[in-house]
């Protein structure tokens, strides 16, 4: 078996772009101090909304092989060079927003059978052991059928690794302190007049905002701003930004956060909050 670096983490995320808005900082991070840093990608998002209208042409394959060749940008600009389409590129489409038919596509992730979606992921995770695995919680952050059927995905396979010789000692789901959110859209609510953005967002459009005590771990990625600002940038379908913010489709503006956060759920909780994803990760957890 080839040598693994002694610091692994995986994210696993449902669509491109959400990786960079969520957890870009801390990718970029990891991945300059030497983590092998794994990306796992359920669908290619071809049922996103397009934003420049020069490429609103796009749609379905079209725009999924579009969204890939972000996904390769954006993975450019943090670092990141392990970056994997589950079941590979097409097995999975986008679901599209919960409550539209595209939710009964029988190709599209929310129709995915769980465990059969967690098995190869399972694989993944057996063949990289991360200590570390990432992402979203029960309603996927925001409630995106995607998005909840990542976190069923990504937990069973969890626990598939356990069975089959890889228990990974930490998971975390997405997480923003509400003081966060709410500070940082006061600084909004200020500086909207000098932007190019129309409108702000709410404390409670950002997904995974929870009150202050269910964050365990905070990640000071200040010094990847610019990372996490590029990568976010080769979203282009998905993403205008002008530091320190963003717009989606929806054009309301929301803070782009560069100290990112984080909620344990496996692993034993610390009694304070931690500043680094693998504390307390020992000898025997790391090979």
Known sequence: MTELPSRRLMLVHAHPDDESINNGATMARYAAEGAHVTLVTCTLGERGEVIPPGLRHLSGAALGGHRLGELREAMR??????????????????????????????????????????????????????????????????????????HRVAMRAVELAAGAGWDVPKVYWNRVPRSVAEESFARLHGDLAELPFEKAGAVDDVPGVVDDAQVTTAVDGTAYAAAKAAAMRAHATQITVAEPYFVLSNELAQPLFTTEYYELVRGERPGSRESDLFAGIGDGEAS
Do not use: K
Request: glycine fraction near 14%; charged fraction near 20%; proline fraction near 5%.
């Open 77 to 150: 600009a943090l670092g990141v060079t392990d970056f994997r389409l589950l079941g590979g590129a097409g097995r999975y489409c986008d679901s599209g927003m919960m409550g539209l038919p595209d939710n009964d596509d029988p190709g599209c992730f929310w129709q995915a059978d769980v465990d059969q979606a967690a098995g190869m992921l399972a694989e993944v995770i057996l063949e990289v052991r991360p200590q570390i695995l990432v992402t979203y919680d029960e309603n996927g952050g925001y409630g995106h059928p995607d998005h909840i059927r990542t």
